[in-house]
């Protein structure tokens, strides 16, 4: 079976301490839960054990003209200037190590399958076993997970990779779609 890592919203504008929101509370939980060293420990392993790895972003072009003007968690996007596609803030954190080889997902929704390349990629290369991890937790991890598992994909996710906006919204969605995937961690995993 193949497999794939694809490591969720890890972008300058959510994560990196000099972004919008690196003294907010994703910033805390960041740091506090070392996402970015144990994203960082998975994608080394995926690497070693040949997997491919997919950085999946989200990112409106300049104008803003793919944002939903109607969207409770997009609507500040425009109103803040994050998530702007050839900025700083859409490129992903620089310890990562992304490389040219790894895919790159651009979605314009929470769901990496909406409206991207993600489906054609993985039909392409034969996946069948999706390890995952990013930010958030109760967001795009969740939405992966759902939809993955409903288009029967194995799902695996880092959970020690992942965060919300607080411990509890982490523990919440971790509860809520375990039932749809199987849970690691960038320790514990064995890439197959």
Sequence with gaps: ?????????????????DGPNGKAAYGEQVRARRIIENTRRAIDKARAAKLPIGFVRVGFSP??????????????????GVFKLGTWGTETHPDLGQQASDFDIVKHRVSPFYGTNLEVILRTHGVRRIYCSGISTNAVVQAIVREGHDRDYEMIVLEDACCGLST????????????FCKLSSSTEVAFE
């Design 63 to 80: 104008d803003y003209r793919e944002c939903p003007a109607n969207s409770p968690i997009f609507s500040g996007a425009r109103k803040n």
């Design 168 to 179: 509890e919204e982490h523990e919440g969605a971790i509860k809520s779609f375990q039932r």
């Design 1 to 17: 079976m193949s497999s794939i890592y694809l490591v969720l919203d890890m972008m300058n504008d959510l994560v990196h301490a």
